[in-house]
């Protein structure tokens, strides 16, 4: 199949033919169940992104049809279909939630109305809390919380040459937006309305010298919104940032240790 679909990303015209298409749908029907990831965890920490899965995605848009779906009261007109028999699947799906059909959703998550998109990757114990998105071909980790109105990014519009990926444990606060292939690690608690990007300067402040990361927090970091000083043609100008105050015991309990953050650091989720 990866041969295939390398061969129909670099001539479209592939994407007429009946073995091409049965390609695509395959790979997406195994993202469905979970068998196959856009992107998932190496040696020693690292994660894979398998970009030939991320192309399928994207040309799974191409051949299909726009069509009308009812769901009651309820009209949409998309190529997309809805991810279905979510008593099966073991997940807990509170009205308005969705995820479409092509994402994985793993037995014990909790989708309150909130969204999932083709190619993400929730796995179990996860709370999607309410108007909470999770983008194309996202990894989201065991026994995390998004809470509400976070936004975790895709790679569809616009392409991303990696996918954001929110590791086991993580409590990402409200209004939180992760985006551009951003790695959050483990147990790492993000306080309300952090922002991060490829970009985003993420500047570990609890010791003396400040240490500075992109694309990446930490194990058990607990982080806040913060800003600094930027130079500008026209001035001094604050610019956005996160700040690592302090770090999640690994000693204690998951829940003892995000109130113990939330207490000794006063960060607001």
């Given amino acids: 199949m990866r041969q295939q679909i390398e061969a129909a990303w670099d001539n479209r015209e592939l994407l007429k033919d009946k073995e091409t298409i049965q390609a695509i749908e395959t790979v997406i029907e195994d993202l469905d169940k979970g068998l196959l990831r856009v992107a998932e965890p190496g040696e020693n920490g690292e994660w894979i992104v398998n970009e030939w899965i991320k192309k399928a995605v994207v040309m799974y848009f191409p051949i299909r049809q726009m069509e009308t779906i009812e769901v009651g009261p309820f009209e949409f007109h998309d190529k997309m279909a809805l991810k279905r028999n979510y008593k099966e699947l073991g997940v807990r799906v509170v009205p308005h939630a969705i995820a479409r059909y092509g994402a994985f959703v793993a037995p014990g998550v909790i989708m309150m109305p909130s969204y999932i998109n083709i190619g993400a990757y929730v796995d179990s114990g996860t709370m999607v809390d309410t108007w909470a998105t999770v983008g194309s071909c996202a990894q989201v ?18 392409l991303q040459a990696a996918p954001v990926i929110i590791e086991d444990d993580a409590f990402i606060g409200s209004r939180c937006i992760v985006v551009e292939g951003v790695r959050v690690g483990k147990q790492a608690v993000l306080g309300a309305n952090v922002v991060l990007t490829k970009s985003t300067k993420i500047i570990d402040v609890t010791g003396t010298e400040p240490i500075e990361h992109r694309g990446y927090v930490p194990e058990r970091s607990v982080v806040i919104p913060g800003t600094y000083t930027k130079e500008f043609p026209a001035g001094s100008y604050q610019v956005p940032c996160a700040l690592i105050i302090g770090q999640r015991k690994a000693s204690t309990d998951l829940k003892t240790s995000l109130n113990d953050a939330l207490r000794e650091h006063n960060v607001a989720v």
């Fill in 141 to 158: 980790g065991k026994n995390v919380h998004l809470s509400g109105g976070v936004g975790i990014g895709g790679v569809l519009e616009p």
